[in-house]
C-alpha cells in the first residue's frame, strides 16, 4: 500500500487524480503491475489506477483471472473497477480512503460481497486510509485554488 | 441495434460470448464506434463489446465524455460496463435482453438511474431482446455440446 501511494504522488504530480494502485501475487508477494489514474492524459474514461493495474497484470499473466492475486489501491473502487474486480476473479482487495461519490465496495454499494455475482472478494478497508484522503483533499484544493 | 446484432454474430463466429456494441452521436447517428466481446482472444477481462466501443469512441473524438452518444448493445451491461456508462457520461443507453446473472441496469442493480453518482443516463431496455437473447442461447448449447 505504501507503494501505491507513492504512485498515486505520481498522478498527483502530472495534474491526474491522485489514486496509485499495485497487482501482486497474494502467496509470493510478487508484484505483476502497478498504475495510477491517467484518465485526463488518455482521455480515457476506464484509465483508473486499480483498472489500468488489473489490466496489466492480466496482459503479463496472458489469462484474463487473477484469483491467485491481490489489489491494493488508495481509494475505494468505483463501480466500474469493482465490476472489473468481478470480472476478473481478483481473490483479495485492499484499500485507503472510503469514496462517498462513488464507492462501489462498502460506501455506496458492496459489489465485491454480492452472493448474485459469480465472484466474491476478500475485502480489507481502511489501509492508509488517512494518508490517501489527504493526498486527494490537497490535490483537489490546489485545484480549485 | 441491428448493427450490434450483426457484431455479436461475429463474435460467436470465433468462439467468444456473442454480444455485440455500437456507440454513434445521438443527433446525427454518426457512428464512433463499434465492438464485440473479445475476452478470451484479448485474455482481457475488461474486453466486453460495449466496453471496448465506448473506449474506441473517447479515443475517435479525443474526449473521456460522451454525453451527446448513445450506446447500442444486445446484452444488459454488467456493472463494470455500467459503471463505464457512468464514468464517460455515456448520455443513452439501448440494450437488448437483460441479463439475470449480471446485469447492472435493471436486473441486479439500476446503476444507471443512481441519483448519487454523478451520471444519470437515459435508457431503453428490451430492443431486438428476443434475437439477442437467442443468439447466446444458441452460442452456450454449443459450447456444451
Redesign the interface.
Known amino acids: 500500500m505504501r507503494r501505491a501511494l507513492d504512485l498515486a504522488r505520481r498522478a498527483a504530480a502530472i495534474g491526474e487524480v491522485p489514486v496509485g494502485a499495485v497487482v501482486y501475487e497474494t502467496e509470493s508477494g510478487r508484484i505483476l503491475a502497478e498504475a495510477f489514474n491517467l484518465?485526463?492524459r488518455d482521455?480515457?474514461?476506464?484509465a483508473?489506477a486499480e483498472?489500468l493495474a488489473?489490466?496489466e497484470a492480466?496482459?503479463v499473466i496472458?489469462?484474463?483471472?487473477?484469483n491467485h492475486c491481490s489489489l491494493a489501491v488508495t481509494l475505494e473502487p468505483?463501480?466500474?473497477?469493482?465490476?472489473?474486480i468481478?470480472?476478473?476473479?481478483v481473490g483479495r482487495v485492499i484499500y485507503g480512503a472510503n469514496d462517498p461519490?462513488?464507492g462501489?465496495v462498502r460506501t455506496?454499494?458492496t459489489?465485491l460481497e454480492?452472493d448474485?455475482?459469480?465472484h466474491a472478494c476478500e475485502v480489507r478497508a481502511g489501509l492508509l486510509a488517512e494518508e490517501s484522503a489527504a493526498l486527494l483533499r490537497a490535490f483537489f484544493r490546489d485545484l480549485r485554488g
Open positions: 484518465r485526463e482521455a480515457d474514461p476506464s483508473h483498472f488489473i489490466r492480466c496482459r496472458g489469462d484474463w483471472r487473477l468505483c463501480p466500474m473497477c469493482a465490476g472489473l468481478v470480472n476478473a476473479r461519490k462513488a462501489a455506496l454499494y459489489l454480492d448474485r455475482l459469480n
